[in-house]
């Protein structure tokens, strides 16, 4: 077994240390599932191994099991586990394999496709304690009434029906289908009007204003880019123009945004959202040289154009997504330093861990809170080396994006915990229908100009004094 270095748990890893302990000395069927909600850079991986580690070595729990959702995360687990002495095998794996592990890693996908095989190799587990870990839980969504379109949840329930806990983390708890989700407690609760809903309630939460506050990630300063949009067709005469930070109408509101991440759109925000995040870079490179920057794009033609234009600036510049065979390798090439920007589509947000990057530019027409969170959250990490030369606070990150209301708002409550509450079916408004009726957040606004207007700077007022500055 490879040698083990000693770590010191985080306060919260401690809490979960003990919230596990609790849970299992009751051994109560309703406290089975237990959700973790803890922000970007908190170290959920490293806690719920540190977790299970200390259970076992109390006689607790002698096995675990762990579903991630994409192949690209199980390096990090690996990673963690041999920092802790615990020998992780990744599925598929040789029955002998299964028999030496203490913990098995499976991806959602993987179990899917090998459910009745991988059943019958852990039934020599099932006398055992075995503690479950789904990372982030929130794609484990159950839907009673259609559980085949859910088959992820099912198959996550299908797999740990032995298991003593089964535990979810998640750095997003929010899903845009309106659906609970897998190893989560709901609770009823009353609303201000009267409505009974169910709410998602974590078991334990670390707010991102408190690892902010301790050190552990870094703050966000927001840099929204205001101006006039434009909507008349060529050659007429007719000027419908629309201002994008104080648009009140949602249908105009998601129109204006379409037209204002395109980079040949006659109001140039999008190019000039660019230009300012690379100057941003580069005053960020005075103290931290290796910093880089990530463009999240709408699609691959889109996320072509924008690189093409940054390597007309003169940057390194990787584009990666889903597509891509060599996508992969180009993340590690990236982590390791090997270009100034990386552009991508749906491959940088939850899971993908690059202390380095210290800028992002959000130019995709994805608006809701959870995808939004997960994007600019990548420029929070920190690491041991970068965290012995900086002071607490430290050194701030910054997002670069339109100035979409909805993003706005978003931005004014990044560090915060919000709940998920899953609404009544029969009360639930397709977007589409909801007319004029939405309406933006109430914001301050700096003078708007034709084409590209002023950046609009927002420091979140959740977040500690010390951002505060005059």
Same mark, same amino acid.
């Given at each position: ?7 010191? +748990? ?11 302990? #609790? ?18 850079? &908190? ?7 540190? &977790?299970? #580690? ?53 991806? !959602? ?23 479950? @870990? ?12 259609? +559980? ?14 032995? *298991? ?35 709410? @998602? ?15 552990? %990630?870094? +703050? ?68 931290? +040289? ?28 990787? $584009? ?24 991508? @589509?749906?491959? *940088? ?12 530019? !959000?130019?995709?027409?994805? %608006? ?41 708002? !978003? ?8 709940? !998920? ?21 109430? $914001? ?27």
């Amino acid at each position: 077994m490879p040698a083990v270095s000693p770590i010191r +748990p985080r306060q919260w890893q401690q809490q979960l240390i003990q919230l596990l302990r #609790r849970r299992l000395e009751r051994q109560l069927e309703h406290e089975r599932d237990l959700l973790v909600f803890a922000g970007p850079g &908190a170290g959920k991986t490293l806690g719920a191994l540190l &977790a299970f #580690r200390a259970m076992q070595q109390e006689g607790r729990l002698e096995r675990f099991l762990v579903f991630c959702h994409r192949t690209s995360i199980q390096e990090q687990w690996q990673k963690a586990a041999k920092r802790l002495g615990l020998r992780l095998h990744e599925w598929p794996c040789s029955s002998q394999q299964i028999d030496e592990a203490q913990g098995i890693l499976v991806t !959602y996908q993987g179990a899917g496709r090998q459910l009745e095989l991988l059943l019958s190799e852990l039934e020599r587990w099932q006398p055992m304690g075995c503690l479950a @870990i789904a990372d982030e839980a929130h794609h484990l969504g159950v839907d009673p009434e259609a +559980p085949e379109s859910t088959a992820w949840g099912q198959t996550f329930l299908d797999l740990t029906g032995h *298991c003593q806990l089964r535990m979810g983390l998640t750095g997003t708890p929010f899903r845009a289908d309106n659906l609970a989700f897998c190893a989560a407690r709901r609770l009823r609760v009353r609303q201000e009007g009267g409505a009974l809903v169910e709410q @998602i309630c974590p078991d334990l939460t670390v707010e991102p204003r408190d690892l902010i506050a301790e050190g552990d %990630v870094r +703050p966000l300063e927001f840099r929204f880019q205001d101006g006039w949009v434009e909507h008349s067709r060529e050659g007429i005469p007719d000027r419908d123009v629309s201002p994008l930070s104080a648009e009140t109408r949602e249908s105009w509101r998601a129109r204006n945004l379409r037209r204002a991440i395109q980079l040949n759109d006659s109001s140039s925000i999008s190019q000039q959202l660019l230009l300012r995040a690379q100057r941003q870079l580069s005053k960020v490179r005075l103290q931290h +040289p290796q910093a880089a920057g990530l463009v999240i794009a709408r699609d691959i033609d889109h996320a072509q154009a924008i690189t093409q234009l940054l390597q007309e600036d003169g940057n390194r510049v990787d $584009l990666v997504h889903s597509q891509d065979p060599t996508a992969a390798a180009r993340l590690n090439g990236f982590q390791n330093g090997n270009a100034d920007w990386l552009v991508s @589509i749906d491959m *940088c947000a939850e899971g993908f861990d690059a202390p380095r990057l210290r800028v992002v530019a !959000y130019l995709t027409t994805v %608006v809701t809170r959870s995808r939004f969170l997960q994007g600019i959250t990548r420029a929070v990490r920190m690491t041991p080396e970068l965290a012995s030369n900086e002071p607490v606070p430290r050194r701030a990150s910054f997002v670069f994006a339109p100035a979409d209301p909805l993003l706005m708002g !978003y931005a004014r409550s990044w560090s915060l915990a919000e709940p !998920y509450v899953i609404q009544p079916r029969e009360e639930e408004i397709p977007a589409e229908e909801s007319g004029g009726s939405w309406r933006g957040p109430n $914001l301050p606004l700096e003078a708007v100009e034709d084409g590209a207007g002023q950046m609009i700077r927002l420091r979140t007022p959740q977040l500690p004094g010390f951002l505060k500055r005059a």
